[in-house]
């Protein structure tokens, strides 16, 4: 069967500093993969999606980027974090387009 | 513009009631549809999904109903049980264009199952 795995579960970080999260997920070949991102009050939105080694597409812009160095991981980063990148952070998977989308457990942000 | 709407934020049934949480949209495109549940400090997880080409899709005790002329869909839950007590998320996408890898959320309703 299918798992995604995300870490780390928490994470406190200086304004201004980087940011790694990474995500794995095992069980199956050429996912589409996702990463959300859920702000204090408000739905999950959607930030990047990937449907290829090396294929990004951003949804919104912002202060992160993202990466797929192999066909199964997925990097969310930041070279500088800024208070408003606080937020629980969530990557997903789906065999297709119009497939659903599964979620790992997330990674929840502070910035300082 | 808040595309995906659960307009409670939160449900209170008994057990062994039926449980109802709505949902309406207002993008005329979306044209899947999803529920998911998610518990504190864990992702959410899927529960069902309905293409708008049908009205009614059931899955065990859960059941969602979608009503494409409204813009509005909902999902049962019968009979409810404790520990479907959790926050419920509607979700939708649109097949047109690019945007079809894209989910678009509601903020969620907080389902309390009352033992």
């Known amino acids: 069967s299918q798992t995604i795995h995300q870490w780390p579960a928490t994470l406190v970080q200086p304004v201004g500093s980087p940011l790694s999260l990474e995500c794995t997920v095992e069980?199956?070949?050429?996912?589409?993969l996702y990463w959300y991102r859920q702000a204090a009050g408000r739905g999950l939105q959607l930030l990047f999606y990937?449907?290829?080694?090396?294929?990004i597409s951003s949804e919104v812009p912002q202060n992160l980027s993202a990466s797929r160095p192999q066909d199964r991981q997925f990097i969310l980063s930041s070279k500088k974090l800024l208070l408003s990148d606080s937020g629980f952070y969530l990557c997903a998977w789906s065999i297709d387009r119009n497939q659903p989308q599964h979620f790992g457990d997330g990674t929840r942000l502070s910035i300082l | 513009d808040q595309q995906v709407k659960q307009n409670s934020p939160s449900l209170s049934v008994q057990e062994g009631r039926i449980s109802i949480l709505n949902c309406d949209y207002t993008?005329?495109?979306?044209?899947?549809f999803l529920w998911y549940k998610k518990y504190p400090a864990e992702g959410p997880t899927f529960l069902i999904s309905?293409?708008?080409?049908?009205d009614k899709n059931e899955d065990g005790r859960f059941t969602v109903f979608l009503n494409k002329s409204a813009k509005h869909l909902s999902l049962h839950i019968v009979p409810s049980q404790p520990g479907d007590s959790a926050v419920y998320f509607c979700a939708a996408s649109s097949n047109s264009g690019g945007s079809n890898y894209k989910l678009t959320f509601g903020k969620g309703t907080l389902l309390t199952v009352n033992p």
């Open positions: 309905i293409s708008s080409i049908k």
């Open positions: 990937s449907v290829g080694i090396g294929q």
């Open positions: 069980g199956t070949s050429n996912p589409n």
């Open positions: 993008n005329s495109m979306f044209d899947y």
